[in-house]
């Protein structure tokens, strides 16, 4: 499996920029999708996450409201949609999959990052005040 991150940029406070996530090797029909970022000095935290099964998605209460995630027509790409973004959502943001039925269940999100085997390369976000 292979994720490719894209999008990331220089954006004022307010503005919105859409991350990409490009994906393929996936083995089985149904696997789940998060975005994680980590800024200087912090530790990696999940932003986002969606299920290729039925599109459920969860968002992390910092960015509820102003994140979007979604797929496109087949599946093979994942978007970060960022709205109304804020100094503090400057970050390196990554891209992470995983087809395990752990990670697939709704019934607890997980954001641990060591359940997701698959890791696309960083894409630099910053938000200018």
């Known amino acids: 499996v292979q994720l490719q991150a894209s999008g990331g940029g220089l954006v004022q406070d307010g503005g919105s920029l859409r991350l990409s996530c490009t994906t393929s090797g996936f083995t089985l029909d149904y696997y789940a999708v998060a975005w994680f970022r980590q800024a200087p000095g912090k530790e990696r935290e999940g932003v986002s996450w969606i299920s290729s099964r039925d599109g459920t998605t969860y968002y992390a209460d910092s960015v509820k409201g102003r994140f979007t995630t979604s797929f496109d027509d087949a599946k093979y790409t994942v978007y970060l949609q960022m709205d109304s973004l804020k100094p503090e959502d400057t970050a390196v943001y990554y891209c992470?999959?995983?087809?395990?039925?752990?990670?697939?269940?709704?019934?607890?999100?997980?954001?641990?990052?060591?359940?997701?085997?698959?890791w696309g390369q960083g894409t630099l976000v910053t938000v200018s005040s």
């Open positions: 992470a999959a995983s087809e395990s039925s752990s990670v697939l269940s709704t019934l607890i999100i997980t954001f641990e990052a060591n359940q997701y085997p698959y």
